[in-house]
């Protein structure tokens, strides 16, 4: 079953967990980095991944990659000469939710598609979804969704 949210800028949908992952997620840092596909054994990442794990570090979350450096392949991908970040996610606390929703709210004008998971404990279900629009209404559906403040 999939629930869809429309905003005038930005759309937000539960989804299943993506295919791209095949084992458990071990949530070693506070954020997974995941391929948004497989080829040949490897995981194919969007370039824009590197400048997101740098965006993320530099506000002090400690960020992982779910592949292993030389299982890790890239590709760049334009549409419309606006970049498409394509992003999928494993956050694991509530300060790294908030550094996720403060990356992309610095986004402004650029379009944003991406597939966060969370799992607010060790013992907790994932829950994840796909988020699409511009950069800054994409953040402000996040920060509406963060998992942690459900928590009582």
Not at 87 to 96: D, W
Not at 98 to 109: H, K, N, S, Y
Request: proline fraction near 3%; glycine fraction near 6%; charged fraction near 25%.
């Amino acid at each position: 079953m999939t629930e869809e949210c429309v905003t005038t800028a930005a759309t937000v949908t539960a989804v299943s967990r993506p295919a791209v992952i095949s084992r458990d997620l071990p949530f070693a840092t506070a954020i997974v980095l995941l391929p948004h596909r497989r080829s040949s054994g490897s995981g194919v990442y969007d370039e824009a991944m590197v400048d997101f794990a740098r965006a993320v570090e530099d506000e002090g979350v400690e960020t992982s990659w779910s592949e292993p450096q030389e299982s890790r392949v890239w590709e760049g991908r334009r549409s419309a000469d606006q970049l498409v970040v394509e992003l999928l996610i494993g956050v694991a606390s509530n300060f790294a939710w908030a550094t996720v929703v403060r990356v992309f709210q610095r986004l402004r004008g650029r379009q944003v598609s991406a597939t966060v998971g969370s799992r607010t404990t060790s013992e907790a279900s994932e829950r994840w979804i796909h988020v699409e629009g511009e950069g800054e209404a994409v953040a402000d559906i996040l920060k509406s969704m963060n998992p942690w403040n459900d928590q009582r």
